[in-house]
């Protein structure tokens, strides 16, 4: 019944981009690496919006909006974030284009239209805003700057995967300005902690909170704490970072402020982000050979409802039951659709909406309506029961609640059976090539034994654990002494 | 008290940057044209956002995200639509930086990462969006496509304002397909519609529904419709267009359907678009020499409390009676502060939010809870009330109705006053000059006269309005026949 779809087991990066294509989440762009977002994967991304913009702003946070282009000198002034996103920039360079003399109806670039100064398309805004934060803050009594924007950025990347890493994506960046140290690195955490409840509480997605090693670390920042989750193929995925920024940025524009003994210091940052990529974890996390799954806290759709009948009288009867379903559903905030068009038969209406990942189907036949039943469907285990019309709308709300939990359940027993530790060599590569998911073991602390298992093993160090255990070991490779261990995985 | 700005009949053009900048809506920035909205403005962004969005999507519109960047190929496809935009273009020629060789720490554009094809910044989405909807139509069963998009745009602009004509700006654009033209030109009137209702229901700013000349059409439009409002000058603005596109763009694209009969045609387009302008213009029609007058359905804050006393008896009364008075506004859904901050005396905080444009000020003194009253401010008239403490909310509610409704008819009023005819040059000249305002005028008709019109008066045809009378007349400039008056004004 279901549209062609490769198996997990096939294949699975396929069977990810079939699932992206064949559920309409996203479609591919005639712009090299960039994607469209269609209206289901948007609306899927207003869910995670709204829900995280509403956390944002309980934790004091307001948006606002600074330029797409950062000019080139700007660009540069923080060394280490400069050298980190200069390989992969979209750069203007000119302001117009001029019909092509040659070339009737075409268009070329003026060369008399030259920037004096290129201007990168953000990659990231610190150096932008940090250049604005210079002329708004003077004294103490302007700190702290608590704010986010909702964003399109561009990184050049080589190889691109829809929603997992696309040239153009779509992100919020928080971008903090605080008096002291202490009160920046609360704020990078806080916010960590509110990645982490909104992966797990909305995504249902189970998360390890850890900070990154200096290899891994965000160009420019002092600590870079990030959320990471496992996906089913075993590989992991950087869900979210926030990042302890210290007085670098500051530094670099020079923005400083008199404190109450009117000293003069350097403003202490935090940036912080997470981007549609999570879409792409969403998916990967749940989601099975027959479509998307859906956590219910995020479904563009919760509730479908398919009538399955013949003649007029018999769908007059299906319609005046869901009618009072559907306002008591609504009423209680569900999200739901009555699919009744008669273009398609209830089998086709099936799969599409399992390919879709709706968390409850009803369906609702003319025999049922007789005996006060309606057949649920849950899509996470495909479980069909008969539930009573009386009490109905009560018991799909709580079926809803029972699928949220049962699917973050399920990845998070998923993930726990796939963090091993590993404490010779062999066994780490065996780890990685047959069971893989997180291996957790023992580092000497240096970035060249770091680069030399990426290479070796093609894994990194997805994060040291915050309130890791410490434990006295030997390095993997090296074999020298090592206080704790650290968690190893392939990664998306 | 307030901070300095410039009076309006002082310098009309500086009193509205001084306003934008002291009551803290946007910041000018590093990068030619292009503003910073700061928190203050971005939340009035986030207000008109979020009920555009949902009459949006209550005419069964949906969102997606298509890409930032159109390749030049692409882009120069529809010929008039590139013709009309190819001149203010950011292109992007190269994706990559590097190292500066005789320059330590700088970074200079890498030659080798020149694109093989350019790409423009979209300055709006029908090449990208049209190229991407051939790929999803192939019958009438995929029509139609009912789709918006909310994003930044970039048109290089050669003299730029805060909010009413910037380089980047963020705007939305619905993009429909249409299996007809009837269904086509219906969804062009609707959208227009949708726009004159929320400029004036929410905006409270009076608009007239019309249609553009040939002239002022949208390049690769059939037919342009068009909200215009009037600003306290006089002048006028242009705040929200509907595109009737025909057939322009899927030949261009190439994107036919086959209808029932299986019959290929082209699809039929629409797009309409409203941008941050709309803050510019809701600045302009309102707001006095004081600083912001903003209407209660879009202002971020709706009422501001600030209490009046001496020592901590005095704030302890105060407060219980006001955190009462919270709890009752903010069930009703107001937005409301109270500002017990003691950083600024009463004085500074009244001129700070009348600066803001909040709507209403509440100010609780010790004496007046004596008499179970409190000193109510409306920000539009700046009349002062004493409300009784009893039944304080509601009137609350009231007056922020009261006041939408004023400030709608103060505008409507003046706009009213406005619009005069004229039947001669010099009339019509003078009017311009002193009168200022729509000038309802005959016009011969032909874009030359309009062009003469245009260098001679400094004025433009804004509009000719929607179920405009028929009445015989003569040109105001050339002295042929004319079948109507059309709206001439000054324009930003």
């Not at 806080?190 to 090693?213: D, I, S, W």
């Not at 989750?229 to 402020?257: C, E, I, P, Y």
């Not at 009867?317 to 009072?324: G, H, Q, R």
């Not at 006060?372 to 069909?384: G, I, M, Q, W």
Request: with cysteine; net charge negative.
């Amino acid at each position: 019944m279901s549209k062609e779809i490769t198996s997990r087991e096939q294949d699975y990066s396929q069977w990810y981009n079939d699932l992206i294509i064949k559920a309409g989440l996203a479609d591919y762009s005639a712009v090299r690496g960039c994607m469209v977002i269609k209206p289901y994967g948007f609306a899927l991304w207003e869910n995670i919006q709204s829900q995280l913009d509403k956390m944002f702003k309980e934790t004091g946070h307001q948006n606002a909006y600074f330029p797409l282009f950062v000019p080139k000198s700007l660009f540069e002034a923080e060394e280490k974030n400069a050298e980190g996103f200069a390989k992969e920039c979209a750069i203007v360079t000119h302001y117009r284009l001029k019909s092509d003399p040659e070339n009737k109806g075409k268009l070329i670039v003026d060369p008399e239209a030259k920037l004096e100064e290129e201007l990168v398309v953000r990659p990231t805004s610190e150096a932008i805003i940090w250049s604005t934060y210079k002329g708004w803050i003077q004294s103490y009594r302007d700190l702290p700057i608590l704010i986010n924007q909702w964003a399109n950025v561009v990184r050049w990347e080589m190889r691109t995967r829809l929603f997992l890493r696309t040239t153009e994506f779509l992100w919020q960046e928080g971008h903090t300005a605080h008096a002291t140290k202490k009160e920046a690195e609360e704020e990078t955490v806080q916010m960590l902690n509110v990645y982490a409840e909104f992966a797990e509480t909305y995504m249902a997605m189970p998360v390890v909170k850890g900070v990154k090693t200096e290899n891994e670390r965000f160009a420019g920042a002092v600590d870079t704490y990030c959320i990471e989750a496992l996906m089913q193929d075993g590989k992991a995925l950087q869900a979210g970072t926030s990042h302890f920024l210290g007085q670098n940025f500051a530094k670099a524009f020079d923005v400083k402020f008199a404190d109450k003994e009117n000293k003069l210091d350097y403003v202490w940052a935090t940036s912080w982000g997470v981007s549609t990529r999570l879409i792409g974890g969403l998916v990967m996390a749940h989601s099975d050979d027959d479509g998307l799954i859906l956590p219910p806290k995020l479904a563009p759709l919760q509730v479908v409802i398919v009538p399955i009948y013949k003649g007029d009288d018999q769908k007059q009867l299906i319609d005046e039951k869901v009618n009072a379903l559907l306002k008591e559903l609504k009423a209680a905030g569900v999200r739901v659709k009555y699919d009744d068009s008669d273009n398609n038969r209830p089998g086709w209406k099936f799969a599409e909406y399992e390919m879709k990942g709706v968390p409850v189907r009803i369906a609702i036949g003319a025999r049922d309506l007789a005996n006060n039943v309606v057949e649920v469907a849950r899509r996470d285990t495909k479980e069909k029961m008969s539930y009573s019309i009386d009490g109905l709308s009560q018991n799909v709300i709580q079926l809803l609640e029972d699928i949220q939990i049962t699917i973050f359940n399920k990845a998070k027993n998923f993930r726990d059976e796939h963090i091993t530790k590993a404490d010779t060599w062999e066994e780490f590569v065996k780890l990685l090539d047959e069971k893989t998911g997180f291996i957790a073991a023992h580092w000497d602390g240096t970035g060249e034994t770091e680069d030399k298992i990426k290479e070796l093993a093609k894994a990194t160090i997805r994060c040291i654990p915050l309130d890791n255990q410490q434990e006295e070991g030997k390095c993997i490779l090296t074999g020298k002494p090592s206080s704790q261990r650290v968690l190893f995985a392939r990664a998306y």
